[in-house]
T-cell receptor, first 107, second 124 residues
Framework: DIQMTQSPSTLSASIGDRVTITCRAS??????LAWYQQKPGRGPNILIY???SLESGVPSRFSGGGSGTEFTLTISSLQPDDFATYYC?????????FGQGTKLEIK | QVQLVESGGGVVQPGGSLRLSCAAS????????LHWVRQAPGKGLEWVAL????????YYADSVRGRFTISRDGSKNILYLQMNSLGTEDTAVYYC?????????????????WGPGTLITVSP
């Protein structure tokens, strides 16, 4: 199975900050990577697929990048609605696996 | 708009069985592969099972293979998860999710729409 490792596990930031979350895969995943946002008590919402493609309706302050085994999710200017937990997921091969999550907190 | 609504959750004893349902609407059900994903309390996400858009192919995580069965009813637009031999490690919120790529047998493997989830608690 492909292991996905996110860093940091927790991130404290302020409104307006630019933040980046990193996701590393245990082997190359051919940019078959998605990012999700999850708020307490709710199902996740997709933000990014194919490493850098923005899902329809997702604000443009979210962007994804990377290739091979290292990927990033960047939020260019944090808004109050962005404080949540973020997960990466590889879908290059089954079983599809997730990172452990990054909790984005208000500083 | 796309809607997925899970039901069937509850408390069950170890060794017991439960069947989850996921009612789908707002899209062409037969065009998409579908998945179950679970999340143990306070933990991360774990993919559980995939069924192809026509129901002909099914794939499972090692942790549930042989105990869980995914199925779908195109006449009712419902996705199911039959769970047998439940253990405490199966306690989680179970989400149904639509694959992000329609029109392909197994989809792509990412999830573009999720339900709100249903909680399964396995406890003596």
């Amino acid at each position: 199975d492909i292991q996905m490792t996110q860093s940091p596990s927790t991130l404290s930031a302020s409104i307006g900050d630019r933040v980046t979350i990193t996701c590393r895969a245990s082997q190359s995943i051919n940019r078959q990577l998605a990012w999700y946002q999850q708020k307490p008590g709710r199902g996740p919402n997709i933000l990014i697929y194919k490493a850098s493609s923005l899902e329809s309706g997702v604000p443009s302050r979210f962007s994804g990048g990377g290739s091979g085994t290292e990927f990033t999710l960047t939020i260019s200017s944090l808004q109050p609605d962005d404080f949540a937990t973020y997960y990466c997921q590889q879908y290059n091969s089954s079983p599809y696996t997730f990172g452990q999550g990054t909790k984005l907190e208000i500083k | 708009q796309v809607q997925l609504v899970e039901s069937g959750g509850g408390v069950v004893q170890p060794g017991g069985s439960l069947r989850l349902s996921c009612a789908a609407s707002g899209f062409t059900f037969s065009y998409y592969a579908l998945h179950w994903v679970r999340q143990a309390p306070g933990k991360g996400l774990e993919w559980v099972a995939l069924i192809s858009f026509d129901g002909s192919n099914r794939y499972y995580a090692d942790s549930v293979r042989g105990r869980f069965t995914i199925s779908r009813d195109g006449s009712k637009n419902i996705l199911y998860l039959q769970m047998n031999s439940l253990g405490t490690e199966d306690t989680a919120v179970y989400y149904c999710a639509r694959d992000g790529r329609g029109g392909t047998l197994l989809g792509s493997g990412y999830f573009d729409n999720w339900g709100p989830g249903t909680l399964i608690t396995v406890s003596p």
